[in-house]
Nanobody, 120 residues
């Protein structure tokens, strides 16, 4: 009922920047929260940043001061601006949304993942 489509990944050198985008579409009644997670091979998926309906934002300690999450509520879109990228930021990044798809029901949705590689 809801789809998350993300884009913006790629290959960058250490110290470079990327901006990820995630657009939600479908039966969206209300967004509880949206955010970004990342997962490297052999590791657990971890939270990177989230923004909730009230505008509250949380960041992983590892990205504070370097990454910025933002949203366009009218477009049901969330962004992740990644600056000062480090090799350890290399991961598949997944968009996440907790979204009401009807008046009374919500689900957690995931984007397809986009690869971010930071390497010289």
């Amino acid at each position: 009922q809801v789809q998350l489509v993300e884009s913006g990944g790629g290959l960058v050198q250490p110290g470079g920047s990327l901006r990820l985008s995630c657009a939600a579409s479908g039966s969206i009644f209300r967004i509880i929260a949206m955010g970004w997670y990342r997962q490297a091979p052999g590791k657990q998926r971890e939270l990177v940043a989230t923004v909730n309906a009230g505008g509250g934002i949380d960041y992983a300690d590892s990205v504070k001061g370097r990454f910025t999450i933002s949203r366009d509520n009218a477009a049901n879109t969330v962004y992740l601006q990644m600056n000062s990228l480090k090799p350890e930021d290399t991961d598949v990044y997944y968009c996440n949304g907790r979204i009401y798809h009807s008046e009374t029901a919500w689900n957690e949705y995931w984007g397809q993942g986009t690869q971010v590689t930071v390497s010289s």
